[in-house]
């Protein structure tokens, strides 16, 4: 968090200087950046040759929250946020999308998690925005969660602060902007989608130890061999570019170890012991699938063998996952025509998808009677005509209902 003076917004810079060497200093704490952005940006933007201006930063923020949630839910989180400006409101518009595409693309192909991406409801646009562009993701106990954001400001900010460029015309025009952003809820939302009662499942391109070997001996013969063998096959993984770890610690068991190490979501285990060394293979044991079915058994130390392997199952593990994520999500969506079959679906904990075309009022209503929100508008939208479900009239789209976090 950085530390400014309380009246730095107001102040010039020598202002500024001069207050802070006669002052005491303070923590000064901030929802967004919107604000102070727009500040520097009405410095830095004169003409339309400074566009498009864009930052990106990692701060830390509070909100008030009236119930905390590790990670889901805190008062104080650690975010990604960017803010542009540009000449046009198509260069708006497209850099909104591009950026929820940035967070779609991270979500399937890094976290495995299948998020459905769309745009939020009036009601549920952030302050400010024109429109609201949005990922959502199904946790495990089926509520949703809004991984990121991306927002097309329009010219509200630009008004209010006087945010203006020379245009090749020599006309004075406000800038158009967006704003966007991931947190630290995103760890959240990794480990309420893939972990389970043994703790923590980590998708291997996420994971900052993707193979966990473990070395097992009784005597120190066998402690020998075992361990010439394990720093050998940590030196082969490590030069393939594979995250690797040894735990050699001899405070706790194996089977100790091997817990320890499926709780921390690992996704894979490689056992070796005196066996293992003298028939030069190892043991390698998958996290998404616990016990015997998820161990191959006598796999070659020959390098290219065994670095062939865990590739391979690191692949299998990501695409897993997100098969099962994928499947879980699928599942747990119910197509709607009627108020009460929402009502129903969301009382069984599923979320709900329907046509959509009632009022604000009506969407509070919903709110307020089921304690499930309009998620979003999905991008992806079935074909033909649609009656919303609630009103009876035409709709233009599906919306999908749910309760949130």
Request: aromatic letters at 8%; one cysteine or more.
């Amino acid at each position: 968090m950085l530390k400014v003076s309380v009246q730095s917004l107001r102040l010039s810079p020598l202002e500024e200087e001069r207050n802070l060497r006669k002052s005491s200093w303070v923590w000064q704490v901030r929802p967004t950046s919107e604000t102070i952005v727009n500040h520097m940006f009405t410095q830095w933007i004169h003409s339309y040759r400074d566009l498009p201006l864009m930052i990106n930063q990692w701060a830390n923020v509070t909100r008030w929250e009236m119930r905390t949630k590790p990670f889901v839910r805190t008062l104080e989180f650690l975010w990604q946020e960017g803010h542009t400006a540009h000449a046009t409101l198509e260069e708006a518009e497209k850099e909104a999308l591009q950026m929820i595409d940035v967070y779609k693309k991270f979500a399937y192909e890094q976290a495995a998690i299948p998020v459905i991406v769309g745009r939020k409801s009036r009601a549920e646009t952030f302050a400010g925005a024109i429109r609201t562009y949005t990922i959502e993701a199904m946790m495990g106990d089926r509520k949703a969660l809004q991984a990121g954001t991306s927002h097309n400001l329009g010219q509200n900010f630009s008004r209010a602060f006087g945010t203006q460029f020379t245009d090749e015309n020599g006309q004075r025009q406000h800038v158009w902007q967006t704003s966007w952003a991931v947190s630290t809820r995103f760890v959240g939302g990794i480990i309420m989608t893939h972990g389970d009662d043994a703790g923590l499942m980590l998708p291997p391109r996420i994971a900052p130890i993707q193979v966990i070997v473990v070395p097992i001996w009784k005597t120190a013969d066998e402690k020998n061999g075992v361990m010439n063998a394990v720093s050998s096959l940590k030196d082969v993984l490590h030069k393939a570019d594979i995250r690797v770890k040894i735990d050699d610690t001899e405070q706790r068991t194996p089977g100790w170890k091997f817990n320890f190490w499926e709780m921390k979501g690992v996704p894979l285990r490689i056992e070796v012991g005196p066996r293992d060394v003298a028939n030069e293979s190892v043991v390698v044991s998958r996290r998404d699938i616990r016990g015997k079915p998820g161990k191959d058994f006598g796999i070659s130390m020959e390098p290219s063998v065994l670095v062939t392997h865990i590739k391979s199952r690191l692949e299998e593990i990501q695409t897993s996952l997100l098969q099962r994520a994928t499947s879980f999500r699928d599942s747990n969506v119910v197509d709607v025509n009627s108020y009460n079959e929402l009502k129903e679906a969301i009382a069984q904990g599923k979320w709900a998808r329907g046509p959509w075309s009632a009022s604000d009022a009506e969407e509070v209503k919903v709110k307020e009677e089921t304690g499930a929100t309009i998620r979003c508008f999905p991008f992806e939208q079935p074909q033909g005509q649609k009656k919303c479900f609630m009103t009876g009239n035409p709709a233009d789209e599906v919306a999908i209902f749910a309760k949130s976090y």
